[in-house]
């Protein structure tokens, strides 16, 4: 198999994780929150999906719009009702929280829609030819999505009064609260917002993979992966380190195996947590 394209998947799987990360790393950034639930988050959006055009025959456009609002509104109960209370505590209160939340919404999608695998065969089929080389149309969306997402929040949080307010209450809570910004309502909105990407994820992920309750922790791991190496709370950072892992696992998946190429990335996770706890870009974390 030649190097490019070998080169051309890995940057495309990487596109995939940063479009996992993307929510999980924005909800960090803000709040301090490791939300063990996003990765059912992207489940519950991967399996409306589905629901909703291989069995409502709604077209797929529909998908990309309702599901990040449905995925919103729970993280907006989840803040609202319950993490609210928790999240100035210790953060072990949080974590245990979201993991409370998670195995909540296992279940409940299993009940839902059962146990088995779900997909979506003839959305975003076929392929198309990038520098020479056939790629899924299925995996060119989810990486062209992922960047628009994390460039959009990028600009969002530099550029809009809302956006500052949000960098504000991540960098310096007290001087936002004496400013007039209700940290309340900034924090209800971002855990809203991570959530929406997350369902935006589980919207884009359901034509390349196959969708069952157990997606979100078959992908999450690899997405703390990512902002771990990347930096928790920084973009630019979680967006090189997602392409960086995927060319690794591409690679080291073709040289030496998919189960060693996969584990590369986690020894890449422990030498950043001994080498540069800070990741690459990041704000660092203690824990």
Known sequence: MPVLELLVGGVLLGGLYALMACGLNLIFGVMRVVNFAHGEFMAVGALTTVSLVAGAHLPFAVAIVVVPLLTALMGFAFQRVILRRLVDGPMIMSLLATFALSTILVNLSILIWGGGYRGLPGVLGGSV??????????????????????????????????GRAI??????????????????????????????????????LAPAFASDPQLGSRFMIKAFAVIIVGGMGSYPGALMAAILLGVVEVFG???????????????????????RPRGLLGVGMRV
């Open 129 to 162: 030819r990038v520098l020479g080389v056939d790629v899924s149309l299925s995996r060119l969306v989810a990486f062209a999505g992922a960047l628009a997402v994390s460039l959009g929040v990028w600009w969002f949080l530099s550029a809009t009064r809302f």
């Open 167 to 204: 960098r504000s209450v991540a960098q310096a809570p007290e001087l936002a609260t004496i400013s007039g910004i209700s940290i309340e309502r900034v924090r209800t909105a971002t855990f809203a917002l991570g959530s929406a990407m997350a369902g935006l994820a589980g919207v884009l």
């Open 253 to 275: 998946s073709y040289v030496v195996g998919p189960v060693i190429g996969s584990a590369l990335l986690f020894l890449i996770m422990l030498a950043a947590l001994l080498i």
